[in-house]
Nanobody, 114 residues
């Protein structure tokens, strides 16, 4: 059974930064494309960043502010979030890309408010 654990969320003010972490017990993690997703209240979950073998991609809403990275030895994916905005408020999840239903974790809440 694959275990996904996200952490690092919290309450911050606009303009501040947070780093999210996601540890995944996938046996072939190093060759798996991973993504960070988020779901705001009343909205659908969306893919905001992905990291594959040698590439990273970002959604328009976070491009230039968020950075995705990974440590294959630790089976961990990171999301560095800078210059946070109130519209970044959401629950953040990681999963494969494309996502697998059984791999959704509990997520970590990010709230950006003054």
């Amino acid at each position: 059974q694959v275990r996904v654990v996200e952490s690092g969320g919290g309450l911050v003010q606009p303009g501040e930064s947070l780093q999210l972490s996601c540890t995944v017990s996938l046996p072939h993690f190093s060759i798996t494309s991973m993504g960070w997703y988020r779901q705001a209240p009343g909205k659908q979950r969306e893919l905001i960043a992905l990291i594959g073998r040698g590439e990273t991609r970002y959604g328009d809403s976070v491009k230039g502010r968020f950075t995705i990275s990974r440590d294959n030895a630790k089976k961990t994916v990171y999301l560095q979030m800078d210059n946070l905005k109130p519209e970044d408020t959401a629950k953040y999840y990681c999963n494969q890309n494309p996502p697998k239903r059984l791999y959704w974790g509990q997520g970590t809440q990010v709230t950006v408010s003054s």
